[in-house]
Structures are given as C-alpha cells and as structure tokens.
C-alpha cells in the first residue's frame, strides 16, 4: 500500500515539475503553435487564441511621455495658482498675523468690495439695446466699438510696448487687419475710440486684455465715463439675451466684413430683411472703399466684422453717414456656421 502510495506522490510530483516546466517555457517563448501531447502518446500542434496585441515600442513612449505630460501639466496649473494667487496673499499678510479659515476666493471678493467706489459702473445689455433702438428709431448716429486684445495692441504700438514686441505679442495682427509697425493705423484707431458712441472694453484679466487696457488709454489720452462704457462682448450679450432678434427683426440691415456674404444667406433665409453686403474688407487700406460702398446703400443698422479695422468702420459710419452701426465681431461666424442662432 505504502509502495503504492509512494509511486503515486512521485508520478504526480513529476507531472507538477514538468507542468511548471512548460509553463516556465510558455511565458519565455510564447504560445503559438504549442505542441501538446496527446492521449494516444502522438503529437498534435494546437492553434491558440492570439493574445491582444501588446503596444509597439513607438506607442509605449509615446503613452508614457503623454502621462509624463499630463502630470508637468498640473504641477504647472497647481504652481500657477500658487504663485498668481497664494503667494501674493502670504506676502500681503504680516508675519504676525494668523489668517482664520478663508479661501483666497472670499478674501478677493473682500476686497473687491472694499475697492467699489474706486471701479466704474458699465452700460449693460438693456441699456446698449436701448441707445442702439432709439438711434434707429430717430434715424441719428450711434456707434458700439469693442476694444479686445488686437486693438489694444495696435495702439500699444510705440507707445507701452515697442513695435517689436507687439510683433512679437500679436502674431494674429496681420490677421486681424494690420501689419505691424502701422503707426498711421495706430492713430487712426484711437481717434475712432475717442470719438465713438460707446466703447465695449474687456474684463478678462489674461494679459493684453483688462492689464493692458488702461495703460494704452492713458497713452493715447482717452477718458472713458460710464455714460458710454460696456463690456467689449456686449455682441454676445445681445444676441445670449434675445435682444440682438429684436433689435433687428423689423430693421434694414448692412452687412460688412469677410463673413458677411454667409451671414446674409443664413439671416435672408430666417426672415431678416439685408439690403446689402460689404466683403471683403482688406485691412486699414480698405475703409475708404468701404465706406464709399456704405454711403450707397439704404439701412437702419450696419453690422460690421472686419478685425480691428471694425472700430474705424463703425465709427465712420455713425459719424459720416448719420447711421446706426455695431461692432459685430466673430459673432458673424458664428451665426454663419450655425454655432449660434439668432
């Protein structure tokens, strides 16, 4: 009985040895085309399921670096935070002193507060609407220009920066419709903001928007007052509220700009009456042509998106020809593409 217990344990100790055997030279070489021995003693090649297909040795970096990235990414957000908000509150607050539990965010808007009779109230959406439709009502002129990035560049020329670095800033000029240097351009811009109805000015505190603006107004000696002050996306706000709709729903509209024949389509075809389009407009070279072309149409309101020679436009119109005109920016192609609707 012994006997036959012993040559059992090793005939079983045997095939676990030899079963580790094979296991050990499946993870080293694979398992295609294993061959496996059959009941009959003969040998037979056995077809198993391909394994999903590991990463190549190009992909597996490329995984790897795109992690390593994320992770950079958001030690670098983190430390952003730190240093443009955490840190100037530790340096702001003296070494004797003990902050209570307080988020940066309230002590902000503390002092906020405590700044208010220092900040200037702005025109909101009702009130440009109403400026706009009793301009056209009494047929006289009211300009709404918007100053964002592009424009306070082109004025910083020469005059907060230097024309070398606002190349260097605004790569998007040319785009937008000036070639820098344009000293020429430059005065003629902020002449038509010192002039305009009212001026849509920017809130965002990203660089060369809200930090560049007052510097450049300073520059080039235009005072605003909130009489004719408002929020330079003062275009999206009418048309978020559903005041741009009715503002022009019963009006005789002038389109000017490089989107303004794909704009007409899309605003002929939803009832909206456009007595004439403009395009395309070629930088500062081209406002005289333009407002030429203006001067031959009949309208109520102009709607004009042209870059930064926008704000020359419809200042000219307004003054010149006596006519209602809006800055209507990139919400042209918006409207256009079928991103926003009207």
């Not at 003629?188 to 002039?195: D, K, M, N, Q, W």
């Amino acid at each position: 009985m012994k006997r036959r217990a012993r040559r059992k344990v090793s005939s079983l100790s045997v095939r676990i040895k030899s079963g580790s055997r094979k296991s050990l030279q499946k993870r080293q070489t694979g398992s295609r085309g294993r061959k496996i021995v059959s009941a009959a003693g003969g040998a037979r090649t056995r077809r198993r399921r391909e394994p999903a297909a590991a990463p190549s040795m190009q992909e597996q970096p490329a995984a790897e670096m795109s992690s390593l990235q994320q992770h950079y990414l958001e030690e670098g957000r983190q430390l952003g935070r730190y240093e443009g908000g955490e840190e100037l509150l530790e340096r702001a607050v003296p070494a004797d002193l003990l902050l209570p539990e307080i988020t940066l965010e309230e002590i902000i808007k503390a002092g906020i507060m405590s700044i208010q009779d220092r900040c200037m109230p702005l025109l909101n959406v009702q009130q440009v609407y109403d400026r706009l439709h009793q301009a056209m009502e009494q047929k006289s002129p009211c300009s709404v220009v918007r100053l964002g990035d592009g424009e306070l560049l082109a004025l910083a020329q020469d005059t907060v920066y230097s024309t070398e670095q606002v190349a260097a800033e605004g790569s998007f000029l040319s785009y937008a419709g000036i070639q820098v240097p344009d000293l020429s351009a430059r005065d003629t811009l902020s002449h038509a903001i010192r002039s305009a109805d009212i001026i849509g000015v920017p809130l965002s505190r990203q660089k060369n928007y809200h930090p560049l603006l007052h510097p450049v107004l300073r520059a080039h000696h235009i005072e605003l007052n909130e009489q004719h002050t408002t929020s330079s996306t003062i275009n999206y706000s009418l048309q978020q509220t559903g005041m741009l709709q009715s503002l022009i729903r019963s009006r005789s509209l002038l389109l000017i700009g490089n989107a303004a024949p794909e704009l007409a389509q899309v605003m002929t075809v939803l009832g909206y009456r456009v007595s004439g389009v403009i395009a395309p407009v070629n930088g500062f070279a081209d406002i005289d042509r333009v407002i030429g072309e203006a001067s031959g149409h009949s309208f109520d309101l102009a709607l004009v998106s042209a870059g930064i020679p926008a704000v020359v436009i419809t200042w000219r119109i307004a003054a010149e020809l006596g006519k209602a005109a809006l800055d209507f920016g990139h919400l042209a192609n918006f409207i256009s593409s079928g991103q926003m609707s009207i």
